[in-house]
């Protein structure tokens, strides 16, 4: 049994069902789970100090490619627009092994969890040079932190009339094998899953309508999760109308592709009618607010989604379109674009907050996490708010106005990931190093 007291935190944000915001305030996790909040609190337990932090649920990350953390900033791509972007970085991708994509994930899912994120989502795609899902799955059990990789894939190669290069499409017969192999081997369906797999076609660009269909069959017989881009930006929407005759949400409705098991990453471009009908069928989005920004993608109406009760995620997306991975940073974007486009009282702190929170585990159909209550997972972000950052804030709760964006500590399942600022699962100087020598080389062979 392990069992550790966070005691006399400053606040501690809950995200429960009221919302509440306790002072002064200790938290007992206990086997992986929340076993009590409240104050005075005894019991046989490591002793964690709360004074002067503010303790939040972990943040969830509904969407990211890790592999392209190997990818920031690459001269060619930094000013393009989606497709360009994408064609840009096809054929370095294609060179990518087993190692480049371990590696990379490693970059990623430590970036991830000092920026406050104890579950992570990722969506995988490119198959190269003997790449596999696990690669990744791997990754994670390295760094410690929960994982939701989904199997993606392409199939659409340029000569088809697709974006990608051919030598970077799969046979479709053969990813749905795939997709079997890898539901079977490392999706585990109990509460406290570390590994949850789910199914994800890259793109209605990429992909067959045949394989987007067959994967939601696949995906519903297997009772796994389901999750692609949709609707991101105007050059997606005229794909769509040219070849497909139709929006993206009437796409996805005629494919299978909405409920509570799907949720579709950026939505930036979705209409009233595509809204209503993710609200009617509680198909979630993951916003990736930083992603929409850097590649001009424009503004996703989430205030018009909350408002009718679309579930809404956060995510960073890939590091080759943030180029940051920060998601405690990406709330406040989401938080600042949605004010952009509809004034100041658009999104509270706390708003942006709960969508990195529980907005986020939900649609991945974790309700466990994401909150603080007794029973809920044992994932706890804890923030440093004594600092340079909060120094004068009159409300060191909103984090999001005046904060720290990396934390102090981290728990997973209860288990300390990071201590004081550094990861106690990886030497992360040495995976650097790794990276960037890997960098210097894709870049070498250009
Ligand atoms: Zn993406």
């Not at 949720?263 to 979705?270: E, G, N, R, S």
Request: proline letters at 4%.
């Amino acid at each position: 049994m392990t069992a550790t007291l966070i005691r006399r935190a400053a606040y501690v944000v809950t995200m429960d069902d009221d919302r509440r915001i306790l002072r002064d305030a200790d938290v007992l996790l206990r086997d992986g789970q929340v076993a009590e909040i409240g104050q005075g609190l005894e019991a046989a337990a490591e002793v964690v100090n709360g004074a002067g932090c503010v303790v939040t649920p972990g943040l969830v990350n509904t969407h990211h490619h890790l592999y392209q953390t190997l990818t920031r900033a690459v001269p060619q791509a930094q000013d393009a627009l989606l497709f360009g972007w994408l064609q840009t970085l096809y054929p370095i991708w294609a060179r990518f092994t087993p190692d480049h994509m371990f590696t990379s994930a490693q970059i990623g899912l430590a970036e991830l969890a000092l920026s406050g994120c104890t579950l992570s989502s990722d969506h995988l795609y490119l198959y190269p040079n003997g790449v596999r899902l696990e690669d990744t799955i791997a990754a994670a059990q390295e760094v410690g932190l929960r994982f939701h990789p989904t199997r993606g894939a392409m199939s659409i190669g340029k000569s088809a009339g697709g974006l990608p290069p051919d030598g970077l499409v799969e046979d479709e017969a053969a990813t749905l094998e795939d997709m079997v192999r890898v539901i079977d081997g490392f999706h585990d369906p109990e509460p406290g899953s570390m590994c949850r797999v789910g199914v994800a076609p890259c793109s209605p660009f990429s992909v067959s309508r045949e394989l987007m269909r067959d994967a939601a069959l696949l995906a519903r017989d297997k009772g796994v999760m389901m999750h692609t881009h949709l609707a991101e930006n105007d050059e997606d929407i005229a794909y769509s109308l040219a070849q497909f005759g139709c929006r993206p949400g009437q796409y996805a409705e005629d494919l299978g592709w909405v409920g509570s098991d799907v949720w579709h990453a950026h939505c930036v471009k979705l209409d009233a009618e595509d809204i209503d009908l993710f609200a009617r069928t509680g198909t979630g989005v993951a916003h990736c607010p930083c992603s929409n920004c850097r590649l001009g993608s424009g503004i996703a109406p989430v205030r018009a989604m909350r408002d009718v009760g679309v579930p809404v995620g956060l995510g960073v997306d890939g590091s080759a379109s943030n180029d940051a991975g920060n998601l405690v940073a990406e709330a406040r974007q989401a938080m600042l674009l949605q004010r952009v486009a509809n004034g100041a009282d658009a999104m509270s702190a706390q708003e942006a907050l709960e969508i990195a929170t529980r907005g986020g585990a939900d649609i991945l159909g974790r309700p466990e996490c994401g909150r603080l209550r007794v029973g809920s997972r044992a994932d706890v972000a804890i923030w440093d708010v004594s600092g340079l950052e909060a120094a004068g804030s009159w409300d060191p709760a909103a984090l999001l106005l005046a904060g720290p964006t990396t934390v102090r500590d981290l728990f997973v399942e209860g288990r300390q990931i990071v201590r004081d600022g550094q990861l106690t699962t990886i030497d992360l100087s040495q995976v650097i190093a790794r990276q960037n020598e890997m960098a210097q080389n894709l870049s070498a062979a250009l």
